[in-house]
């Protein structure tokens, strides 16, 4: 599985550095999965991860990909979605935000037993998806003062004025519906795990 992992990663990223839309924004999009890419080799013998919890993270690393390459305002396929104007493929990513990060901290959070019971542990799996996704919005507003106007295309805000509000909505969605779809077959991995 480690070596499909990575050839799948290294495949997608080959073809997002081939002639993206803006050289910048590929780089400021793709760094979150390169770094994923670091931590996912890094810890791998130390601390086996589900291999739910690796597919979901090359998705997520993918879907970052896809963003880089186009810019999130021009990925194909993506105009006119959630019926607006503007392309909706940042939503995607930022419910991808939410989605992976809380598998992530919920197998984080049981392995290490962290948290007690399964009404706090979601709770606190929530508000860190959240305390992320907000701070990805300060990022994104720091590299927008630090660099000017070319990171129009790394914010993505196409004009929308709730654009921050919503990227954070869907993340919160998106940790939502990972913690009622995924955690009895997250907690079947697990056990196989011990």
Same mark, same amino acid.
């Given at each position: ?14 073809? @997002? ?16 999965? =390169? ?5 996912? =080799? ?12 690796? =597919? ?23 105009? *006119?979605?959630? *019926? ?13 935000? *939410? ?48 660099? *000017? ?7 993505? !805000? ?5 654009? !921050? ?17 995924? @955690? @009895? ?6 056990? @196989?795990?011990?």
């Amino acid at each position: 599985m480690k070596i499909l992992w990575i050839a799948l990663f290294i495949a997608v990223f080959v073809w @997002s550095a081939i002639e993206p839309a803006d050289r910048f924004t590929w780089f400021l999009e793709v760094l979150p999965a =390169v770094i994923g890419l670091v931590l996912v =080799v890094s810890t791998y013998n130390k601390l086996r991860l589900t291999s739910l919890l690796y =597919v979901l993270i090359l998705l997520h690393c993918v879907v970052l990909m896809i963003g880089g390459h186009y810019t999130y305002a021009e990925v194909p396929f993506f105009d *006119g979605l959630l *019926g607006t104007e503007r392309n909706n493929y940042d939503k995607v990513g930022h419910f991808f935000q *939410g989605f992976v990060p809380a598998i992530l901290a919920r197998e984080l959070l049981i392995r290490l037993n962290v948290v007690n019971g399964p009404n706090w542990r979601n709770l606190y799996v929530v508000s860190v998806c959240l305390a992320f996704s907000a701070f990805y919005e300060l990022l994104e507003w720091w590299v927008a003062l630090a660099s *000017g106007e070319g990171a129009e295309a790394f914010l993505g !805000t196409q004009g929308y004025v709730w654009d !921050t509000q919503s990227d954070m909505g869907f993340a919160l969605l998106g940790a939502i519906l990972a913690l009622v779809s995924l @955690s @009895s077959f997250h907690d079947k991995q697990l056990k @196989s795990l011990k």
